[in-house]
């Protein structure tokens, strides 16, 4: 193209004489900055005049050293970024004076980023155009943004005081914001209000290690200390839960796997009559049955037409060739009324044994059921006399080789520990994040 | 496209227009402010050279927007109490002409709105909401700025204009809206807030140790 336009020559750096001290104030941002601090005297400069005046001294006291160096490069956020400003700023909370450190990051195409410290938790900070939309969440105030909820952590004023390097607007000691944050960790939403606007920014939670790599610093990062109000928590109970609900998933199907391939046979049924004091031998032996195949469990189920009453059963189990014999007893017992709280019940008509695990052969069952003559009703005996009779009709019956789901729940009894004592510890992370904030939790046993 | 090639009226240096619908522009050798009223070229004044600027864009940088290329072809210079910033001049492949905003290295592209009805100067306050193409715009910020200067070709004749307010809206996204009251009535322009990389420019500056 035949151009009578001579682009604009290689943009340069500049340096400056201090008018105060006469030191070098070298500028990084090519004329971005309105504000420059000379890094001899701490005189806070107006850049946008070429004269320099002279807009504050600060004071001694209120001097830091950055732990980032002005003029440090480093990659960070999808670009290489320059420190070309640092200041510090703090809120006051009964009492107490919180300060952190903002580096003011600076690339000539991509713009501003910010770096900010608080007791060794770092955060990647860009500024956003976007206007968050407030909402209450759970009678707190919040914003949604990108189609997340954040929470309102904190809000306070904020001074700032200290400053170094330069900044593209008018920046002092002394200058105060209201500064409120909003978390959806590791995400933070801050709205700095001032009388003429709300200005937004976003961060991300960045660790001091990550810092450290970023601007290649010597040495380690320092330690961070307590829980800040992005950090994401390590205690993220999801992932722990879905591995739970996979491997409850696998003994589930493991147990459906045995089930299936339980015989769960009925090798013995029948039914009997019991009347107390007709003079014969209570206890009788059922025919022989067959228990086939491999080991397996074993389970009587008695059921018996008692009302308000109760039946005990003495069982043995006895193998035909071996002699063998495994004993146990049941009750079944059942009581039925009405009082002031309306109808009641207690107990059943029926109960089960269950014996784990009998070998294969032949057997039988001695049964020996007893009840309480006196509990029965008066009827006339051959003899002509009036006594007491109590009586029932039962039903016994035995299958061999059924599925048994003991086992399944103590395993997923067992697998629950540790993601349970995970979510214990990650509520005991979120409380100490929310003690720091304007909503701190309820705490149980005093001040 | 057509590049009408005429005569600066001050000095008769050759004059080229590279966008058929450019308004102004500046004669490259003598600085005159030059109207065009078509065909007829006007000197209406003379324009001071622009002070050093540290944008990365300029006159002829290119880039992408939305599925089209597009070129730089002018730009105008505001500042306010708190600085300054770009709106440069930017023509579409399909000839039609929009605005790339450069404040402090955020970048925004927006067009002209269609004519309608908007609040006039005296209701327009902060935190103000009105809705356009049914998204609600929030007035985020009121600036009082002025004309800094110009380069290369405008789609307006733009000077001899004081004072202008301009109503910044924001939405609760990356939409964004802009109240220009530098003319009676109102006009409305609308965009979108733009990440550097996003727009593919080419033809930047350079600047010294940043490669």
């Not at chain 1, 809000?155 to 909003?182: C, M, N, Q, S, Y």
């Not at chain 2, 000077?159 to 009535?185: H, I, N, V």
Request: net charge negative; aromatic share 14%.
């Amino acid at each position: 193209m035949s151009s009578p336009l001579v682009a604009p020559p290689v943009v340069k750096t500049k340096s400056l004489s201090c008018p105060n001290c006469g030191g070098p104030v070298e500028l990084r941002g090519f004329g971005h900055a309105l504000t420059v601090v000379c890094p001899q005297c701490f005189s806070v400069l107006d850049a946008s005049t070429p004269e320099l005046k002279i807009l504050q001294q600060i004071e001694e006291r209120w001097r830091r050293t950055p732990k980032i160096p002005l003029g440090t490069r480093g990659k960070i956020g999808g670009g290489e970024f320059e420190v070309i400003g640092f200041q510090t700023r703090s809120v006051e909370e009964d009492g107490e004076t919180f300060s952190w450190d903002e580096y003011l990051l600076f690339n000539p195409y991509k713009g501003f980023r910010y770096v900010v410290e608080y007791d060794g938790h770092w955060n990647f900070v860009t500024p956003m155009e976007a206007m968050p939309h407030r909402i209450a969440l759970g009678g707190r105030p919040g914003v949604i943004f990108e189609g997340r909820r954040f929470k309102h952590f904190s809000g306070a004023e904020a001074v700032t005081t200290f400053v170094l390097g330069e900044f593209p607007w008018r920046v002092k000691t002394g200058d105060k914001v209201i500064d409120d944050d909003f978390i959806d960790p590791p995400t933070v939403l801050s709205a700095e209000t001032t009388d003429e606007e709300v200005t937004w920014s976003r961060g991300e939670y960045m660790t001091g290690a990550e810092i450290w790599k970023a601007f290649a610093l010597p040495g380690p990062a320092p330690r961070a200390s307590g829980v800040y109000l992005n950090q994401p928590s390590p205690f993220k109970s999801g992932g722990m839960w879905t591995s739970f609900g996979g491997m409850l998933a696998m003994v589930a199907a493991l147990a459906i796997f045995f089930s299936v391939f339980s015989a769960n046979r009925t090798v013995f049924e029948d039914h009997y009559q019991f009347q107390t004091g007709d003079g014969r031998e209570p206890s009788f032996v059922t025919p022989i049955f067959d228990l086939k195949g491999r080991t397996a469990s074993l389970e009587l189920t008695v059921h018996a037409n008692v009302t308000n009453d109760w039946a005990y059963f003495n069982f043995a189990l006895i193998n035909e060739d071996t002699g063998n014999a495994f004993d146990f007893g049941r009750e079944v017992s059942y009581y039925t009324g009405s009082d002031s709280d309306g109808p009641w019940t207690e107990g059943g008509q029926t109960s089960t044994a269950y014996i784990p695990s009998v070998p294969p052969g032949r057997y039988y069952l001695r049964v020996e059921p007893e009840m309480d003559a006196n509990a029965g009703s008066f009827v006339r005996a051959s003899n002509g006399k009036m006594t007491r009779v109590n009586r029932m009709s039962y039903s016994i019956t035995l299958k061999h080789d059924v599925p048994d789901y003991t086992w399944f729940w103590i395993v997923a009894g067992l697998l629950m520990i540790p993601p349970l004592a995970h979510t214990v510890r990650g509520r005991n992370f979120e409380v100490r994040r929310w003690m720091q904030s304007d909503y701190p939790p309820v705490q149980h046993g005093g001040n | 496209m057509s590049q009408p090639i005429s005569n600066c009226p001050n000095c008769g240096a050759p004059v080229q227009f590279r966008w058929s619908g450019a308004a102004q522009t500046a004669c490259p050798f003598c600085k005159s402010i030059i109207v065009r009223t078509d065909i007829e070229l006007k000197n209406v004044g003379e324009v001071a050279d622009l002070p050093p600027d540290p944008s990365p864009i300029q006159l002829l940088t290119e880039g992408s927007f939305g599925g089209q290329r597009f070129n730089v072809t002018g730009r105008l210079v505001y500042e306010y109490e708190n600085g300054g910033w770009n709106e440069w001049h930017i023509v579409f492949s399909d000839g039609s002409s929009g605005w790339l905003a450069d404040a402090q290295l955020q970048y925004a592209i927006s067009r002209l709105a269609p004519a309608q009805a908007l609040p006039a100067q005296a209701e327009i306050s902060r935190g103000k909401v009105m809705t356009f193409n049914n998204v609600e715009f929030e007035v985020a910020t009121l600036t009082l700025a002025r004309y800094k200067g110009f380069e290369g070709e405008l789609p307006f004749p733009y000077y001899g204009k004081s004072d202008m307010l301009f109503a910044d809206l924001r939405t609760t996204g990356s939409q964004f809206g802009t109240l220009d009251y530098s003319e009676d009535p109102a006009l409305l322009y609308l965009g979108e807030w733009v990440e550097f990389d996003q727009l593919q420019l080419k033809n930047l500056r350079q600047f010294e140790g940043w490669a």
